[in-house]
T-cell receptor, first 113, second 111 residues
């Protein structure tokens, strides 16, 4: 049974056209994360929510925004996608940040044309 | 800053044993994780070490030496399905903290 669900699995958008990626979880975890992973590179943390508290990484571009309307859902908004934003976007959850493993969704592969 | 190093690629034969190394230099340390990631799929959790020594879990074991900033993942009785990328990740401090991932080691298991 899927625990972290990401939709869509594949997304194509045009240069500069806003796009939203979604993530939902059935684990009732407090923490949700968004990572960007480019080919053959490490997953790079963009931001995370601890409950409703939003935490942005210092080097995350302003072009990336996030919303968490409730415990189960989290969205990644890319306001004006550039060609360099083409990547796999991974959503993950954990019960707490301190000691627990992160559960990843299957990812959304974003293509920018 | 955070720096995590792993070999880019490794190859091994079905049934063999392989060791994937990871070295890290981080501003703090509060645990090291290993994840497995098959091509086009999400990472899945393999192991967690916070104290020095070896943690064994079936065919997979993970070792940590905090004084050396070093860990390895040991895979025994390799199977074709073990072909994947193996990611080392470090949590840099206790409490409210996040993970920094290495680039991953692509392991190819051949018959």
């Amino acid at each position: 049974d899927a625990m972290v669900i990401q939709n869509p699995r594949y997304q194509v958008t045009q240069f500069g056209k806003p796009v939203t990626l979604s993530c939902s979880q059935t684990l009732n975890h407090n923490v949700m994360y968004w990572y960007q992973q480019k080919s053959s590179q490490a997953p790079k943390l963009l931001f995370h929510y601890y409950d409703k508290d939003f935490n942005n990484e210092a080097d995350t571009p302003d072009n990336f925004q996030s919303r968490r309307p409730n415990t189960s859902f989290c969205f990644l908004d890319i306001r004006s996608p550039g060609l360099g934003d083409a990547a796999m976007y991974l959503c993950a959850t954990s019960r707490e940040t301190a000691a627990y493993e992160q559960y990843f969704g299957p990812g959304t592969r974003l293509t920018v044309t | 800053g955070q720096n995590i190093d792993q070999p880019t690629e490794m190859t091994a034969t079905e049934g063999a044993i392989v060791q994937i190394n990871c070295t890290y230099q981080t501003s703090g340390f509060n645990g090291l994780f290993w994840y497995q990631q098959h091509a086009g799929e999400a990472p899945t959790f393999l192991s967690y070490n916070v104290l020095d020594g070896l943690e064994e879990k079936g065919r997979f074991s993970s070792f940590l030496s905090r004084s050396k900033g070093y860990s390895y993942l040991l895979l025994k009785e390799l199977q074709m399905k073990d072909s994947a990328s193996y990611l080392c990740a470090v949590r840099d401090e206790a409490g409210y903290s996040t993970l920094t991932f290495g680039k991953g080691t692509m392991l190819l298991v051949s018959p």
